[in-house]
């Protein structure tokens, strides 16, 4: 009896899984792409450039928010491949330029339309470092665009989504999941945005507006590369207090610059398209995820570990450049004090 009923139970697990993949593969027709409207920030390169370029040829009108002209430049080439595609400047660090924003989109949307998406997909890196290089400006411009900026283009482009009944996608990071101690001031803004996309998803339910949350990996794009990783990491030495330059000085950055470019080539994964997948899921599918985790299944799973634990398979597994560069700059400090103790013992 007792094995008849668990494979009763079983069928009907897996039955439930199986219409549960069916039905997020259920997508919204080419004809009512041609309908809809999308806005995307952060589209001058990497995962909003080839969103906006995607989500165009598949029919949609897409409103592509680039920080620099020349990233709206490059996007304007793209109308040979499609009848509606409008690169404009929005710089998510400013209010002003957010209202300038919106009040572009909202002229070129049909006003009984409204927009179908709104893909927060602008973010910066920020300065990174030991803990006592980071100043609270540090923290605070990370915030700035990677968690206040998002919050208040959503604020602000929310009567658009009411009135398309649509779908607001925020990009966080496996990091918000399972934190790496070589970027602070990265990890908490994405901490934000997690909290705001969960309180915003129960919120929005009112206005028939889903809320759905990318959450990638590690991904090789502009944002993780040698340059941009060279940059911030200098400027965070250059803005330390001097007791914290002399105690983690040149040679520990390059140390970590070193280590850091190591661990990006060894788990950095170069297929940017599982990011755009997701994305395109979110505004494509009849049953979107509300969450999505490209290139982060190992993150997921070693979040739900004891702090302890998943502490121990971080630091030895992802190798954070940081703390190793901290070990073995105290093991070095500590081979003078052992040599005198072994002399002393002699």
Not at 16 to 42: D, H, P, Q, S
Not at 301 to 316: F, K, R, T
Request: proline letters at 5%.
């Amino acid at each position: 009896m007792a094995w008849c009923c668990l494979t009763v139970v079983s069928c009907v697990l897996i039955g439930l899984l199986l219409l549960n993949w069916i039905a997020r593969k259920l997508t919204i027709g080419a004809k009512v792409c041609r309908e809809k409207y999308i806005a995307i920030t952060g589209c001058d390169s990497g995962f909003g450039c080839l969103a906006a370029k995607r989500l165009h040829r598949m029919g949609f009108n897409v409103f592509a928010a680039c920080l620099t002209e020349s990233g709206a430049e490059a996007l304007r080439n793209e109308e040979a491949h499609g009848p509606f595609i409008k690169p404009f400047i929005m710089d998510i660090a400013s209010s002003e330029s957010i209202k300038n924003g919106f009040e572009f989109v909202k002229a070129h949307v049909p006003g009984d339309i409204g927009l179908w998406g709104l893909i927060n997909n602008a973010g910066i890196e920020g300065k990174y470092g030991p803990l006592e290089w980071l100043t609270r400006d540090d923290y605070r411009h990370c915030m700035e665009i990677n968690f206040l900026g998002m919050a208040e283009v959503t604020t602000v482009f929310l009567p658009l989504l009411k009135k398309g009944q649509g779908r607001l996608v925020n990009t966080s990071s496996q990091l918000a999941r399972l934190p790496i101690g070589d970027f602070p001031c990265y990890v908490a803004s994405k901490c934000a945005v997690e909290g705001f996309s969960d309180a915003a998803r129960q919120q929005l339910k009112c206005s028939n507006i889903s809320v759905h949350l990318v959450e990638p990996g590690w991904f090789k794009t502009n944002i993780t590369s040698e340059e941009n990783y060279s940059h911030f990491i200098q400027a965070a030495f250059d803005g330390a207090p001097p007791e914290a330059q002399q105690e983690y000085n040149k040679d520990f950055m390059q140390d970590v610059k070193t280590r850091l470019f190591e661990a990006r080539d060894a788990h950095a994964c170069i297929n940017v398209d599982w990011v755009v997948n997701d994305y395109i899921h979110a505004m494509t599918s009849w049953y979107p995820y509300a969450r999505y985790g490209p290139n982060g299944a190992f993150a997921t799973a070693v979040s739900y570990l004891p702090a302890p634990l998943s502490d121990y398979i971080v630091i030895n597994t992802m190798n954070p450049a940081i703390i190793h560069a901290k070990m073995d700059m105290i093991r070095k400090r500590n081979l003078p004090k052992e040599s005198e103790n072994e002399k002393k013992e002699e």
